[in-house]
Nanobody, 118 residues
Framework: QVQLVESGGGLVQPGGSLRLSCTAS????????MAWYREAPGKQRELVAI???????NYADSVKGRFTISRDNPKNTLYLQMNSLNAEDTAVYLC????????????WGQGTQVTVSS
């Protein structure tokens, strides 16, 4: 079973930056997309950024121009560079990989906490 492990979360001041990483325990075949979601207290899980297998990306309106999703295939790692952070970005960030040719599976990490506070 593939495991995804996120890292890079923490406490940062408003206006600061963080880079999240998500590393898979093994190479994943037939990836459809890789994505970052977040869950804030009292809110529904939100799609933050997504990168398709072909490399196209898409972002939530709230993070466009501030966040960048990228991947390093040889390292089986997904990244989320987060700049100009504000309090509304405070959440648990989760890594997601959807993969599989005939019966796709969704893989999830355990999440990493990002807290933006002065």
């Amino acid at each position: 079973q593939v495991q995804l492990v996120e890292s890079g979360g923490g406490l940062v001041q408003p206006g600061g930056s963080l880079r999240l990483s998500c590393t898979a325990s093994e190479s994943i075949a037939n990836i459809i997309h890789m994505a970052w979601y977040r869950e804030a207290p009292g809110k529904q899980r939100e799609l933050v950024a997504i990168i398709a297998n072909g490399g196209s990306t898409n972002y939530a309106d709230s993070v466009k121009g501030r966040f960048t999703i990228s991947r390093d295939n040889p390292k089986n790692t997904l990244y989320l560079q987060m700049n100009s952070l504000n309090a509304e970005d405070t959440a648990v960030y989760l890594c997601n990989v959807r993969a599989g040719r005939w019966n796709p599976n969704n893989y999830w990490g355990q999440g990493t906490q990002v807290t933006v506070s002065s």
